[in-house]
C-alpha cells in the first residue's frame, strides 16, 4: 500500500524493446528483493537492486495493457514511492498502486504561481470522483478541483490545481499536452459501491 506522496523522481536506464524489463535509478539505497514500489503510480516488484539505487522491474502483459509504463523510454523521468509501513503518516490518502485506467492531460495553464491542469478521463471512472475527493496521478495523490464535460466522447473532465512543490518534485513539470498518465480512484469509493449493490 501507498499514500500517493512522491519520494523520488528516478530516471529510466532501460527497458527492453517489450517494455517487461524495466531498469530504474531510483536513488534508494536500501532496497530488498521483493519490495513494492509504486513507479509512476503501477506497483512493481523489485527483481534485481545494486546499492547505488539501480532497481529492475518485471512488467507483465497486464500491467502494459493498463498502464502507460509502455510509452517509457531511456533517460524519461519517473515518479517513485516505496510502500508504507505501520508507523508512516498518511499524507495523502490510501493507494494500492493498481491502476484503474489512462488520463490524457488536455491542457497546462499557469496561475500565479501554481499551474491549472485539465485531464480526459474514461467514462466508466466518472462515478468514483467528486469534488474535492481524491485521485491519483501517476502516483501523485492529488485533489480534484472540478469535473467538466469533455468533449471527448466517452470522457470526463478533470481539473486540477498544482501548487508548486507538487510541480517541481514530481513529473507533472516535465509533461505537455497530450501525455498519458495512470489513474487510480479512490479505492473506498469502489468497496462503497460493491457494498451498496450487495443484497443483505
Not at 127 to 143: A, M, N, Q
Request: glycine share 10%; with cysteine.
Amino acid at each position: 500500500m501507498f499514500s500517493g506522496i512522491i519520494e523520488r523522481l528516478g530516471r529510466v536506464r532501460a527497458i527492453t524493446s517489450d517494455a517487461e524489463r524495466l531498469v530504474v535509478d531510483t536513488g534508494f539505497a536500501d532496497l530488498a528483493l521483493g519490495e513494492s514500489v509504486a513507479v509512476n503510480g503501477v506497483c512493481l516488484t523489485v527483481t534485481e537492486f545494486d546499492v547505488s539505487g539501480m532497481a529492475a522491474f518485471f512488467v507483465s502483459p497486464e500491467t502494459l495493457a493498463r498502464t502507460s509504463l509502455g510509452t517509457l523510454v531511456a533517460g524519461g523521468r519517473v515518479n517513485l514511492e516505496r510502500a508504507v509501513t505501520p508507523s508512516t503518516r498518511l499524507s495523502g490518502h490510501i493507494v494500492q498502486g493498481h491502476v484503474d485506467g489512462v488520463a490524457t492531460l488536455a491542457s497546462v495553464e499557469a496561475r500565479g504561481d501554481a499551474w491549472s491542469l485539465l485531464l480526459d478521463l474514461p467514462e466508466p471512472l466518472r462515478r468514483y470522483c467528486v469534488e474535492k475527493g481524491s485521485i491519483t496521478l501517476d502516483g501523485i495523490s492529488l485533489t480534484i478541483n472540478a469535473l467538466p464535460a469533455s468533449e471527448v466522447p466517452g470522457r470526463f473532465g478533470l481539473a486540477l490545481m498544482i501548487i508548486p512543490h507538487t510541480w517541481e518534485q514530481t513529473n507533472l513539470g516535465t509533461l505537455a499536452p497530450g501525455a498519458i498518465l495512470n489513474v487510480e480512484v479512490d479505492v473506498i469509493a469502489k468497496y462503497v459501491e460493491q457494498l451498496c449493490q450487495r443484497p443483505n
